[in-house]
């Protein structure tokens, strides 16, 4: 958030002279104060107060009608955030600790010299850009959650014409957020820096504000202005620093909004992505008008998909393989939106299911694989071949052999329980059986419980258990080669994590436990 707000300021003191040269001092100090009152007794500054809620409170001790200590509980009540400086003189220091278990924030001694009034000037500046920027924010986060009534404003805010713009890294995950890899979507934000960025675009002139959305990926930034062509600025100054070699879309308004549209203007914005992201590739798209959201032209091919799911039911499954590769090289030069891709794909798979020898519900599996590979991939070649493969591995599973997931489950479950002494890995699982290694741990998890990964971990503990019971003799390093460790170090290291117990404490206890 930036901009440079005024903060205004009232000061009481009864004696003429010494009220004058305050707020003489105080207009020469360069911190946006505005005096905006001035009173002899503590009765005339509580009124204006009300008149005129300030942000800071200069006050005497000993004044007529009503004295500062009086004053500053009275003012409290009406503005529970005003800073409160008191000034006093060497006899009234009594007084001054008093006012001190206000909450006062400072206190100067008469006569008031300018270095001890810019350092106290200096400190409630920097406390109450703080605490604006604290409560700017959250005014701003409850307008685009709905939850704050524009009569709830500040003053500072209210009347601002807003520009909203949402930025996405990547592609969409609403399908599967659980596949988002917050540390490396973290890196690319500080690669970015939209902070600094922004910074250096408006610089003190303009406030600002950077929300979180739902999704890490992606980011809200509503400005307090909105200058022409501000949203193609901001996509092409964000889109720099990565390079070109991750896709970056900015939704931007065209229009000004006050603040009771920011939430409507958020959720038109969301549906503006979702509507017309295109995978892997950085796009800015504006919303050019506050009555509704636009949407590209969806590009369909219901003749292509046909044509492969008539083949496939007539064993033509070369013809179906042509069509396909076909089918996605449109689709690429195209650059179809992910909404498009993903309702056209999963009518796709979902038609191949029903016509194929799998059950319905292995469905499920195949649609998440295929939402993570669109999610994930940030090159179109790499996304569309991988397509291409999920594809066709479907193709084969529904129409050739008559595997099941749970049948695939079990082949796998056999090939861990007869090779867990040999290296493996999920990808060497996935290179013997033909899948992607995301279908064989989600095929896995589904009928075991475990990844595939977690599974062969307890196995190979377990075995190494049994070996240590049944062998009071028995080398540590050879007992980790035949459970499929190689290196005795990493060994104990994953027995101490699944047990608690070194392999040699654990030798001891089993020992010690059987002779009692």
């Known amino acids: 958030m930036s901009g440079n707000p005024n903060y205004r300021v009232v000061v009481a003191e009864d004696e003429l002279p010494i009220l004058e040269n305050i707020v003489d001092k105080i207009h020469s100090l360069d911190f946006c104060f505005t005096v905006v009152g001035t009173a002899t007794n503590g009765e005339d500054a ?17 004044m007529p009608i009503m004295d500062g200590l009086e004053l500053i509980k009275n003012a409290l009540l009406i503005q529970p955030n005003l800073k409160i400086v008191i000034i006093s003189g060497y006899d009234e220091f009594e007084y001054a600790q008093k006012a001190i278990r206000y909450g006062v924030t400072d206190y100067l001694l008469k006569p008031v010299k300018l270095a001890r009034l810019s350092e106290t000037a200096q400190k409630l500046y920097d406390s109450l850009r703080q605490s604006s920027a604290i409560s700017e924010r959250e005014i701003i986060a409850s307008g685009l959650s709905g939850r704050i009534s524009p009569h709830d404003l500040p003053s500072e805010l209210s009347g601002t014409a807003f520009s909203m713009h949402l930025i996405c890294l990547g592609n969409r995950y609403d399908r599967c957020h659980d596949a988002l890899n917050i540390e490396a979507i973290n890196a690319l934000w500080n690669k970015m820096n939209p902070q600094g960025v922004l910074n250096k675009m408006f610089g003190d002139s303009f406030k600002w504000w950077l929300a979180d959305e739902k999704y890490p990926n992606c980011k809200m930034l509503i400005a307090a202005f909105n200058a022409e062509n501000l949203g193609e600025v901001l996509y092409s100054t964000l889109r720099a620093p990565l390079e070109q070699l991750f896709p970056i879309t900015v939704c931007s308004t065209c229009f000004q909004i006050n603040f009771s549209e920011i939430w409507k203007v958020a959720q038109e914005l969301r549906l503006l992505l979702q509507n017309n ?25 219901n003749s292509e998909i046909s044509a492969i799911e008539l083949a496939c039911k007539n064993g033509q499954f070369e013809s179906a393989k042509r069509t396909l590769a076909c089918l996605l090289q449109k689709w690429q030069q195209l650059h179809i939106t992910q909404c498009s891709l993903e309702k056209q794909l999963f009518s796709l798979l979902k038609k191949l299911t029903e016509i194929g020898s799998i059950p319905s ?156």
């Open 46 to 62: 509580l009124e204006i107060i009300k008149q005129q809620p300030p942000h800071i409170l200069f006050t005497d001790i000993r």
């Open 361 to 516: 519900s292995d469905f499920a599996l195949i649609e998440a694989e295929a939402s993570q590979i669109i999610a994930e991939n940030t090159e179109e070649t790499t996304l569309y071949s991988e397509l291409e493969e999920l594809v066709l591995r479907h193709i084969n599973i529904c129409f050739q052999p008559n595997d099941t997931s749970e049948e695939i489950y079990f082949k796998i479950k056999k090939y861990l329980d007869e090779n867990y002494h040999n290296p493996i890995t999920v990808d060497s699982i996935a290179e013997n059986f033909h899948f992607s290694s995301s279908y064989i741990s989600r095929i896995f998890k589904k009928h075991s419980g475990l990844p595939p990964f977690r599974y062969l971990l307890t196995l190979r503990i377990n075995e190494a258990k049994r070996l240590i019971k049944e062998n009071d003799g028995i080398n540590f390093c050879l007992i980790s080669e035949m459970v499929g460790y190689p290196d005795p170090h990493y060994f104990s290291r994953i027995f101490k994590n699944m047990t608690g117990l070194s392999p040699s404490d654990y030798k001891n206890k089993h020992f010690k436990d059987k002779l009692e």
């Open 277 to 301: 992201l295109r995978p892997c590739v950085s796009s800015y798209i504006p919303l050019k008008s506050n009555h509704a959201t636009q949407c590209y032209t969806e590009y369909e091919e």
